[in-house]
Each structure stands twice: as C-alpha cells, then as structure tokens.
C-alpha cells in the first residue's frame, strides 16, 4: 500500500477559508499599496505626504502638498503619478519568489492572495475605474503620448499574473502529484476569481452601472490565469507545507476586522457621490485634495477648511 500523503489540500474547506480570509485582507492592501506607491512617488519628487484615500469607487490616491502649484505636469511627479501603478506591480512580483521556503500553507496562501489582489486591482482595475483621469492617463496626457498606452495596465496584469496561478498549482500538486485540467481549473477558480468578481460587483452597484472599460481590463488577468491553469503544469513544491491551525485563522479574521475597518475610514463611500479619506497632516496652498473627498482628520489636527486645487 501506498504512503499516505497528509500534506495539506488547497482544496480542503480549511485551506480554502484560509484564501478567501487572506483574500479579504489582500484587497484592501492592493488599494493602500497603490496609495502608498503614489505618496513615495511624490516625496521623492518634493512634496509631502499628508494622507490617503482609498475610495471604493475610484482610484486610490495619496492627499500630498505639493511644492509648486504646477505639479502635477512637471517631470519630477512621474513618481506621483505612476506610483499607484508601479507599487501593486512590484509586490506581486517580489512576493512570489520572496516567499518560495515559507513552511505554512496559510502562509503560502496569503501570499498568493496579496500578488493576485495586488495585480487584478491595484494593476489592472484601478487605472481603468476613471479612464480619462487615472493617474496613468493623465501621465500619458502630460507627456503626449497615446491615451490607448492605457490599455498596457492589462497586458502587464496578464503576464504578472502567470507566476502566482502557477504557484498556487504548485502548492495543489504537493498532495495531488497527477493534476488533470479541471482540478487545476477548479483549484485556480475557486481561489482566485471569487474575491475579484465580489469586488467588481461591489463598485458596480456603488458607481451604479456597468462599465464595460473597467470589466474588460478586470477580466482580462482572470482570463490568463484560466488559461495558464488549463495548460500550466508546474512541478509541486519540493518541500512540505504545515497544515491551515484553527489559531491561523482566527489569527486571519483579527487581520481582516483591523485592514476593513481601516478601510471604511480611509475610503467608503459618503452622500453625493464623496469618499472617505484619512489624514495625517495639514493640508497646504498647494494640495491634491479633490473636491469629492472629505478626509478625517487625525486627533492631532484642528478642524479648518482645506485648500483645494485640481492639478
């Protein structure tokens, strides 16, 4: 008789709470990762950081005084402008190889989780939510350059995401050596697509219609890692993983209550069509404050008007 294999399962109900809980985090992590890449991009540019604002239905932004009431179109906010996108990008491909000796499957899931929502939404989704007023767009307009040059979100979401789908096989193949394609379709399934197509419809019904935009350029990295499923066939990763602990999944649910309540502060949606917002510091002459945020004010800031420009 053969050995019994008592690696632990993607597939089983624990591991699969374990990813949609890890996923749960994730999301909201894409979105203060894509804030945070525009805050790092303006202060290397000069500028000063003084909050964020994640709204569910627009793009993440980082609230900066900026130095100079023109900005925005100097060549200096490159960072400010493509942070957004070039932060979630640079996770999801350092976290997958960073993390190939973690030794818990609810490690290793989280991880999966982090790159993917860091890809399909922060990558992907976010600069297709305002087309026209991304930040990506706006730097294609600042610089003359083809507004289509858009549509790259997609095509570098599609080829990112091919190594995360790939190690989630890998970790399915530790206890399922022989993988045919609908168990590798349903493992990439049933981990990766729900927690997207929840937050498409999400802010959907929040922008209250259907954007064929935005749902193309989202599904266009599900798409891929479908297709990578039904033909990839990684080898299994070559050492065992610890089994999902029921303290790792309370451990799991604290995280996500923190991370969610955080973002309901920083970002849910308020009467006519404003958003919330966090800040820290107070707000100069010069700042990117829009007219549809209404930020909370730290303990350590007297309520005054904020200053407001549109650049």
């Not at 297709?128 to 570098?156: C, K, N, T, V």
Request: net charge positive.
């Amino acid at each position: 008789m053969p050995p019994v294999n008592r690696w632990p399962d993607p597939m089983a109900p624990t591991g699969l709470l374990a990813s949609w809980l890890a996923a749960v985090v994730a999301l909201p992590l894409s979105l203060f990762t894509a804030a945070a890449g525009q805050g790092v991009g303006a202060l290397l540019a000069g500028a000063g950081w003084i909050g964020v604002s994640v709204p569910w239905n627009r793009q993440a932004w980082a609230l900066v005084n900026q130095p100079v009431l023109n900005f925005a179109s100097l060549p200096a906010a490159t960072g400010y402008w493509l942070g957004s996108w070039i932060a979630p990008l640079l996770l999801a491909a350092l976290a997958i190889p960073l993390s190939l000796r973690l030794k818990a499957l609810a490690s290793q899931l989280f991880v999966v989780q982090c790159a993917w929502m860091a890809i399909v939404i922060g990558v992907a989704w976010q600069p297709a939510l305002d087309p026209e007023l991304s930040h990506l767009a706006r730097w294609l307009r600042f610089h003359d350059l083809p507004p289509e040059l858009r549509w790259i979100s997609a095509g570098l979401g599609a080829a990112a995401a091919v190594p995360i789908v790939l190690r989630l096989i890998a970790l399915a193949r530790i206890t399922r050596h022989h993988m045919s394609r609908s168990r590798r379709l349903a493992v990439t399934a049933f981990h990766m697509v729900p927690a997207p197509l929840a937050w498409v419809a999400t802010t959907t019904i929040i922008r209250g219609g259907v954007e064929v935009e935005t749902c193309i350029v989202a599904a266009v990295p599900m798409l891929v890692v479908l297709a990578v499923a039904w033909i990839g066939y990684p080898p299994p990763l070559t050492h065992p993983v610890a089994p999902v602990r029921w303290r790792v999944l309370a451990h799991l649910i604290t995280v996500g209550l923190l991370v969610c309540t955080a973002f309901w502060f920083a970002g849910r949606p308020l009467p006519d069509d404003r958003a919330a917002g966090l800040q820290w510091a107070r707000a100069g002459s010069f700042n990117n404050i829009r007219p549809w945020m209404e930020p909370l004010l730290a303990p350590w800031l007297k309520p005054t008007p904020l200053g407001e420009d549109d650049s």
